[in-house]
């Protein structure tokens, strides 16, 4: 039997993309560590050496996303200059981070409060939401956004537009997520119909 080349060189990111896949296919619930480590061609005694278990397998996972879209509002343009500029930014960077980390920002959309791990998540999410909203209501009162759309309304329908990308976005070719536009097509549909 040809030994799985994962075992030899095993790493916990290389378990982590594993379970990605995994979780996104059968859900967080509906997967084992035994699923896991079928998936992965190691054994479960292998995965508990560098993780405690399944939920902190989630934690990583989602911690990455959540990583990435946080490090977008520490960004120099999403910190200075005028309100709208700086949420167009957000709004681009957000969608290439879901682009570039789609596996993971996939999960992370798909996370319920079944447990501790899924709850903290969801509140780091409602927290960048915040934050966003916060960005809108800004160019709002500068006069840069239509002020006929509430910010915390405008600020869920350019997430939702977004974060809809996880379900008919697949990445083609050796281009790269990039290579299809998505982010200026986001950036032009949601901009076009907001700013005043």
Do not use: C, Q
């Not at 990435?68 to 910190?79: M, Q, Y």
């Amino acid at each position: 039997m040809a030994e799985n080349p994962l075992r030899t060189t095993y790493t916990v990111d290389s378990l982590l993309a594993v379970t990605v896949e995994v979780f996104n296919t059968r859900g967080y619930d509906g997967t084992s560590m035994e699923d896991l480590s079928r998936a992965a061609g190691i054994s479960k005694s292998s995965i508990y050496h560098h993780v405690r278990g399944k939920e902190e397998l989630l934690r990583l996972a989602v911690g990455r996303a959540l990583d990435g879209l946080f490090g977008i509002l520490d960004e120099p343009a999403a910190l200075a200059g005028r309100p709208v500029d700086r949420l167009e930014h957000v709004v681009r960077r957000t969608t290439e981070v879901l682009l570039a980390e789609l596996p993971y920002v996939t999960l992370l959309l798909r996370v319920r409060g079944n447990t501790g791990t899924e709850l903290w998540a969801l509140e780091r999410r409602r927290d960048f939401d915040h934050r966003v909203a916060e960005l809108v209501r800004e160019a709002v009162t500068a006069g840069e956004l239509r002020a006929d759309v509430e910010p915390r309304l405008a600020t869920r329908l350019l997430f939702g537009m977004i974060n809809s990308i996880v379900e008919w976005y697949r990445p083609t070719g050796a281009g790269g997520p990039n290579a299809d536009g998505v982010p200026d097509a986001v950036v032009h549909l949601a901009f076009d119909g907001l700013r005043a």
